[in-house]
C-alpha cells in the first residue's frame, strides 16, 4: 500500500519569511514518482515538480527548492522568501511504477499555507 | 504541458437528479483517465480509473452504480453522478494519460458540484 503523509496541515509565516512543507512516504515499489502540486482557493491544481525514485538530485526552480532523501522516505519543499501569492493548499503524491499503481496518484491530506504582509 | 477541460466548471442540481462530467483531453490522446473527489478542506481520493474502450475499475467503497464512468473515445471520459444526494457535493477532478507519455499526468481544472 502507498501511503504520503503531511503532518503539517497548516504553516503561517509573514511575507519574506522561508517555508519548508514536510513529506513523508510508504511504498513497497522500487520505481515511482513524486510530485508537488499547489492548489489555489480557485481549485485547480498546479503542478509544481515531479521526481523519479531514481533522481536524487535535489533541484532548485526560482524561489522553490526540494529535498529528496531516499533514505528517509522524504521529499521536502521549501518556499524561499515566501510571498502573499503563495497562500495556498499543497500537496505532496506518489504514483507507482507498477503495473496495477501506476498513475494512481496517492495525495497527502495537504499543507495550508498563509502567508500575511 | 498537455491541456485536459472539464465541463462544466460548476454545477448546482437538486436532490435526485443525474449529473454529467466531462473531462477531455485537448491535444493529445488519453488512453487512460482517472477520477477523483476532493470534499471541503479535504485531500484528492482516487474513485476509479477509466482505460478507453473497456469498463472502469473502481477503488474500494466507490459505487460503480452511482458513479458512472464512459470513456468512450481517446479523448473524452465523462462521470455521471446518478440520483445525487447532498453528500455527493463535491470538487471532481479528472486527471489523463497517454500511452506515448505514460509517465506524465494532466489535470483537468475540475467540477465542483452542489446537490440541494
Known amino acids: 500500500a502507498q501511503k504520503v503523509t503531511q503532518a503539517q496541515t497548516e504553516i503561517s509565516v509573514v511575507e519574506k519569511e522561508d517555508v519548508t512543507l514536510d513529506c513523508v512516504y510508504e511504498?513497497?515499489?522500487?520505481?515511482?514518482?513524486l510530485f508537488w502540486y499547489k492548489q489555489p482557493p480557485s481549485g485547480e491544481l498546479v503542478f509544481l515538480i515531479r521526481?523519479?525514485?531514481?533522481?536524487?538530485q535535489n533541484e532548485i526552480s526560482g524561489r522553490y527548492s526540494w529535498n529528496f532523501q531516499k533514505s528517509t522516505s522524504s521529499f521536502n519543499f521549501t518556499i524561499t522568501a515566501s510571498q502573499v501569492v503563495d497562500s495556498a493548499v499543497y500537496f505532496c503524491?506518489?504514483?507507482?511504477?507498477?503495473?496495477?499503481?501506476?498513475?494512481?496518484?496517492?495525495f497527502g491530506a495537504g499543507t495550508q499555507v498563509v502567508v500575511t504582509p | 504541458g498537455a491541456v485536459v477541460s472539464q465541463h462544466p466548471s460548476r454545477v448546482i442540481c437538486k436532490s435526485g437528479t443525474s449529473v454529467k462530467i466531462e473531462c477531455r483531453s485537448l491535444?493529445?490522446?488519453?488512453?487512460?483517465m482517472f477520477w477523483y473527489r476532493q470534499f471541503p478542506k479535504q485531500s484528492l481520493m482516487l474513485m476509479a480509473t477509466s482505460n478507453e474502450g473497456s469498463k472502469a475499475t473502481y477503488e474500494q467503497g466507490v459505487e460503480k452504480d452511482k458513479f458512472l464512468i464512459n470513456h468512450a473515445s481517446l479523448t473524452l471520459s465523462t462521470l455521471t453522478v446518478t440520483s445525487a444526494h447532498p453528500e455527493d457535493s463535491s470538487f471532481y477532478i479528472c486527471s489523463a494519460s497517454s500511452e506515448r507519455e505514460r509517465d506524465e499526468q494532466f489535470f483537468g481544472p475540475g467540477t465542483r458540484l452542489t446537490v440541494l
Open positions: 491535444d493529445f490522446q488519453a488512453t487512460t
Open positions: 503524491a506518489l504514483s507507482g511504477g507498477l503495473t496495477d499503481s501506476w498513475g494512481k496518484f496517492q
Open positions: 511504498t513497497r515499489d522500487t520505481t515511482y514518482y
Open positions: 521526481r523519479n525514485s531514481f533522481d536524487e
